[in-house]
């Protein structure tokens, strides 16, 4: 039988004390060889953590690459070039998206700074037709594309419909760990792919305030979070259940994956959504301590019910939650997010 877990081991920052996050080799259920071994340890992490790393799963490294590249390449443009980018809706959650704007410890009724960090967003990639040029709106859906760099497009379609594939792959596998059929949640996803967010933490030049964190302690408010980071210092930290933060630490040609609120209440808490954060990088280190990750929300469609799913319930285990409309509880945090002017 194929091997399918490894260990990567993990600290953490502040009490120094040892963790492991799971990492699953998810090649054994694209190829057919383990499917009920790699959904039985896919679900234990999202059980036990809420947090899994994944590796096997086929999408080339070069195009993640490429995808960060152009990413970073309009995060160095101007501020005036990049505000060419933003659409005057920040709720229409699409274009560039400034400092200062977000502050997402807000959806858990914390009142901390804003959140030090920048972000370019797209929704509903799988609707745009590649061939058109890339600038402006596009007329099917509703991004806003900069005019530079001249192949972000290009790179951010690509790479999108590669993570739609993949997350169509997670939610088989999740399906298998929760003892339902293998395309039970097929039906419930968006069509249109989830939302492509690419989130700059730019090197920090003053101090940042009390409370003030690169991204603020949140939980997702959707699906299956797919993430691409880098190497940079001041990175994403995980909450476990005894209370102690611990770094996320990236392997090479991997994808962190999270469950988001809608899962957690789909699976009655079976599975976790966990508080996570990206902390500062130290004030002592020298050289750039810039970072950016490549985040791909997935999720229910807008109109889709969540209700307890039928194998994570009982007599003894009632639904916890009433059932919501997706669209509206995922709009709601949105919401919350934004810094009141």
């Not at 999202?46 to 195009?63: A, C, D, K, N």
């Not at 030049?205 to 001041?234: F, M, N």
């Not at 799913?309 to 997010?337: D, F, H, M, W």
Request: aromatic residues 8%.
């Amino acid at each position: 039988m194929p091997e399918t877990v490894t260990q990567t081991p993990m600290l953490s920052a502040a009490q120094g004390i040892p963790c492991v996050i799971p990492c699953v080799d998810i090649a054994p259920f694209l190829n057919e060889m383990d499917k009920a071994g790699v959904a039985r340890e896919f679900g234990k992490a999202l059980e036990e953590i809420g947090f899994v790393v994944i590796t096997g799963h086929g999408i080339p490294e070069t195009l993640s690459q490429e995808t960060y590249r152009q990413a970073i390449a309009f995060f160095d443009l101007s501020l005036e070039k990049k505000l060419e980018a933003t659409l005057p809706d920040r709720m229409a959650n699409r274009g560039y998206i400034p400092l200062g704007i977000d502050s997402v410890a807000a959806t858990r009724n914390e009142q901390t700074p804003p959140d030090l960090c920048e972000a370019l967003m797209f929704v509903n990639l799988v609707r745009e037709n590649p061939d058109r040029f890339q600038v402006g709106i596009d007329p099917d859906s509703g991004n806003l594309w900069p005019m530079d760099p001249a192949v972000l497009r290009a790179s951010f379609l690509n790479f999108s419909q590669a993570l739609l594939g993949l997350s169509h792959t997670l939610m088989r596998i999740s399906a298998l760990a929760l003892d339902l059929p293998e395309e039970y949640f097929l039906p419930f996803l968006e069509p249109n792919g989830g939302v492509l967010r690419a989130v700059h933490y730019p090197d920090q030049q003053e101090k940042p305030l009390p409370g003030q964190l690169r991204y603020g302690a949140h939980s997702d408010y959707g699906g299956l979070t797919i993430l691409l980071q880098d190497q940079a210092p001041g990175g994403l930290q995980v909450c476990l259940r005894s209370g102690e933060w611990v770094d996320v630490k990236p392997l090479p040609n991997s994808f962190v994956i999270n469950v988001g609120d809608l899962i957690a209440r789909w699976t009655n808490d079976r599975w976790r959504s966990t508080l996570h954060r990206v902390i500062n990088p130290p004030r002592n280190l020298s050289g750039s301590t810039r970072r950016l990750s490549l985040v791909y929300f997935t999720g229910p469609r807008a109109d889709a019910w969540i209700e307890c799913l039928p194998t994570c319930q009982s007599e003894s285990n009632p639904p916890r939650y009433e059932a919501v409309r997706a669209g509206e509880y995922i709009r709601s945090k949105i919401e919350a997010s934004v810094v009141k002017a």
